[in-house]
């Protein structure tokens, strides 16, 4: 997708790998008529219907959506506020992409103020604008390929799973204030007023957050804290310090979950799909998940050892070693945005 790559550290396992291989386990024990009371309560506590089964093993199976030899997931993150107010902006975008040939898979951070000039917009409003449809489309302009599957998550989702996993551990790169994180619930507090004031600094709406440099244990409040950050002082209030940060969390929650002991329990994995339903949206047909569930099985053992390469787009560099995302002196939107060489 990229050619001359920065080249970051690489991990192993996607987190969409481990829930595809548990399912498609689940699958096969039933085919075989092997299911254990495990497998049975991991079947009742997630939600999983015998007609389901049924249906998967019934239903004829297709080749994963791909081009050129790619398979493209896009992750998009937005908020909502506890009263489920939000305005449907996607301040997380990312595609992961496999290339089925040489087993590889990239994590590509996408910059949220990428100007679409077909939408006349920044492309984390994609979403906002037209759903998933229009955001496959806008995101797959930027990355040079179509996107084939695509999800949506609410970032209370994030906070949830990080919860569910029994918390997470980072690396924090440098310590870091944030005197203006919005606080949950506060989005549109007046703060005492009684009327709203244009171009008033509502100071009620966000908090202090601190970061200390080195290994630190997350609950999901701070991995919320630590991957949404947007005005932290110095480097790490840049979009690109945004985005490692989520890939950090992204990594770290797929530690947790690849642990042989947070598989072995029923409980931990149907909590997880129950996150998953309250908390995301995707477009994916039902053929979809039973194509994906067979590609997963099927592959697993290469799927295993997958690595993952990450890419930040604000980090490319061009023929020229130019940086391929720039910011113009001025735009006629009128914004701050990013635009591609």
């Known amino acids: ?90 301040d997380t975008i990312v595609v992961m992409s496999y290339e089925h040939e040489k087993g590889e898979m990239e994590m590509i951070s996408v910059p949220r103020d990428i100007w679409d000039e077909e939408m006349k917009a920044k492309i984390n409003s994609a979403y906002h604008y037209g759903g998933l449809e229009l955001a496959k489309e806008a995101i797959g302009r930027v990355v040079g390929g179509p996107i084939h599957y695509s999800a949506v998550i609410d970032f209370n989702g994030f906070l949830a799973v990080t919860d569910a996993v029994g918390g997470i551990v980072v690396d924090v790169p440098e310590a870091f204030d944030d005197y203006r994180f919005p606080i949950l619930g506060k989005e549109k507090d007046l ?76 409980e931990n994995m149907a909590s997880l799909l129950s996150i998953y339903r309250d908390f995301a949206k995707t477009d994916m047909a039902k053929s979809d998940y039973f194509n994906l569930i067979n590609f997963g099985f099927q592959n697993y053992k290469g799927l295993l050892e997958v690595e993952i390469e990450k890419v930040f787009l604000d980090q490319e560099v061009d023929e020229d070693g130019r940086l391929i995302l720039y910011h113009p002196e001025y735009h006629y939107s009128g914004q701050w945005v990013l635009l591609k060489r």
């Open 191 to 266: 703060c005492g007023d009684v009327f709203y004031t244009e171009g008033k600094d509502y100071a009620c709406r966000y908090e202090h957050v601190y970061f200390d440099k080195g290994l630190t244990s997350l609950t999901g409040e701070r991995a919320l804290q630590y991957v949404r950050s947007r005005k932290a002082w110095g480097d790490e209030g840049s979009d690109f310090a945004r985005s490692r940060r989520q890939q950090q969390v992204i990594e770290a929650i797929t530690k947790k979950v690849s642990d042989g002991s947070f598989l072995g329990d029923p």
């Open 1 to 90: 997708m990229f050619k001359d790559k920065i080249c970051f550290n690489r991990k192993k396992v996607v987190l969409v790998v481990v829930l595809l291989l548990v399912a498609g386990m689940v699958f096969l024990m039933t085919v075989l008529g092997t299911v254990s009371s495990t497998a049975f309560k991991y079947m009742t506590l997630s939600g999983i219907k015998k007609e389901w089964i049924t249906e998967y093993l019934k239903s004829p199976k297709e080749e994963i959506k791909q081009d050129e030899g790619k398979t493209n997931f896009l992750i998009l993150g937005y908020h909502r506020d506890h009263d489920q107010n939000g305005d449907d902006m996607t």
